[in-house]
Structure formats: C-alpha cells, structure tokens
C-alpha cells in the first residue's frame, strides 16, 4: 500500500469532532514521554509542559495529541508513568471533562490494540495506600481525526506516518533498532538515521508525500507531527501545517485553534533581571482565519 493511500484510509475512518466558532482546540505531539532517564528528552521540558496544558485546561480549551506521546519504543508504560505521574494526572482532568483525544503515532502504535490503551492508561497503582485508582478508562484513541464545520469541510489531523513507510510498515524492526541500538548510542550523541526528526533527507521526503496527497485531495486542509518540524503557511501556499514537537531544546510548539483562527505557538521558560523565572507563550504565527485554508 502506497502512502497515499494510507493517508487516503486514514481520511475515509478519520474520527470526527465538531469544528465551529465556539470550538477551542490545542494541538500537541512528539512528547516522548519517558522514564527520566538520559535517553528522556521529554524530561527536559516536563514543567513547561505542564504549565501549559494546566493553562488549557483553566480556559476550556480540548486537548488532542497527535501522536508519540509515550515513548513505548524505549520504555515500558509503568516505567513512563512513575517518571509522569503529575502530567498524566493532568490529562486525567481533560479526560474527565471529555476533553481528551489522542492520535496513535509510530511510537505508540502499540495503541491500535484497545488492550494495550485497557492495560496502561485504564487505572495505576497508588503506592500511598496500596489500592488501585481510576486514570483515563476508555481512552479516545484515533489514527486520525477530523475536525468537521457544518458544511462538511474539515481540518484533518494525523501523525504523519503514514507518508514515512519504514516507521509505519516496519515499525517493529525500526523499534527494535532504537531499543538495542539507538538509545544506547544516544548518550555519545549519535542521531537515529531513520527518524524524520533526526535526518534531514528522510523529513523532505515525509513533507512531500503528504503536500502529494494534499494536492490530489482538493488542497485539504492537514496538521500533522512526526518530523518536529513547525509549519505554518502562508494564506497562498499549500494548506500543510505542523505543530512541532515538545522535545525542542528549552521549549515546546503546539497549535491553538480558537475563534475561527489558527495559531503556532511556543512556550518556553524566561529569566528575568531579578532572577526569577517564568514559563511564556509566545505567538510565532497567526492568528489567521481557518477559512483561508478550510475547503
């Protein structure tokens, strides 16, 4: 199967989420959570994270990650979840106000079983008094959604996998390779040559797969992760946005959908002249009206 016809699948099963004036979306992905340890880049922005989700989460905002959350490939989930407790509680939040969707990438891809999402993310074990508790049962995992006016016109979200065939249809060889191979070498700084994120080449070739299918499908609208490349275009140019990732140095992007308008934003930590420190946003592109790119 080609990968236009991967995406092309994804699109047709796509789960669907209203999109309207009122709607107010915040788009993450590339987290790779992980267990704290020196292979962990998620470990390095952690508190950013958090503060900015809680900040989505005070003004209404439905979060959905698009993909690589936990970092399965190196990790087991327990290991991931007692390294992430206060984030995954903060997740637990949106999920009770029916707030919370996640997209399954190519390291979580574990996900597209239902008893994998059953077994990790359904309860946890509180040591404090030796019981199990509630996390998120009956977690939304999606390989894509849409984001659907009532016109039928729609934002399509997904990882961006599916335009990279050796993550998606050898994502077990190519999780092997990191596991035994990659996470060791990581710590003398040598960079995994089939990642997107790590090689320059194999992200060109993603990026023109899916700006491919976005051509041969009438110019829909698409946001996708996977390179940990931001993209915002221009009103005239092809309708491919990326929301990054949050494993930059010192800082995160995402995606805010608010208001009819959609915005690449960052939020990084700041020091000011009295010492003090602060976690920001800062707007990088946008706002602009979804109607210049929604078709």
């Not at 399965?72 to 969707?101: G, M, P, S, V």
């Not at 092809?238 to 992007?253: A, E, K, M, Q």
Request: net charge neutral; aromatic share 14%; hydrophobic share 35%.
């Amino acid at each position: 199967m080609s990968a236009n016809s991967r995406i092309s699948r994804a699109f047709k099963n796509a789960k669907k989420l209203p999109l309207n004036s009122q709607s107010k979306y915040v788009l993450f992905s590339d987290c790779h959570r992980g267990d704290n340890g020196f292979a962990d880049d998620f470990a390095h922005n952690r508190k950013i994270y958090n503060y900015a989700i809680s900040q989505y989460l005070l003004n209404g905002f439905t979060y959905i990650e698009l993909g690589d959350g936990d970092e399965l490939w190196e990790n087991k989930f327990d290991t991931i979840f007692r390294a992430n407790k206060d984030t995954y509680l903060l997740l637990k939040q949106f999920h009770d106000k029916d707030r919370l969707h996640f997209i399954w990438g190519n390291h979580d891809m574990d996900y597209r079983n239902p008893k994998n999402i059953t077994k990790n993310l359904s309860y946890y074990y509180e040591s404090s008094t030796g019981k199990e508790k509630e996390l998120m049962p009956n977690a939304s995992f999606s390989e894509a959604i849409r984001l659907e006016d009532e016109e039928g016109k729609s934002i399509f979200l997904l990882h961006g996998h599916q335009a990279d065939w050796f993550n998606y249809l050898f994502w077990r060889f190519s999780r092997l390779l990191v596991k035994i191979l990659w996470k060791p070498l990581q710590i003398l700084g040598i960079k995994d040559p089939t990642s997107p994120a790590q090689n320059f080449k194999e992200l060109i070739k993603v990026e023109r797969h899916l700006e491919k299918w976005i051509r041969k499908n009438k110019n829909q609208m698409l946001v996708t992760g996977h390179t940990h490349r931001p993209r915002f275009p221009d009103t005239d140019e092809l309708p491919y946005f990326n929301d990054g990732s949050c494993v930059h140095p010192r800082c995160i992007t995402g995606l805010e959908i608010e208001n009819s308008e959609i915005s690449l934003v960052k939020w990084y930590l700041v020091t000011h002249e009295n010492g003090t420190m602060q976690i920001v946003k800062n707007i990088l592109e946008g706002p602009e009206n979804i109607s210049f790119y929604i078709n």
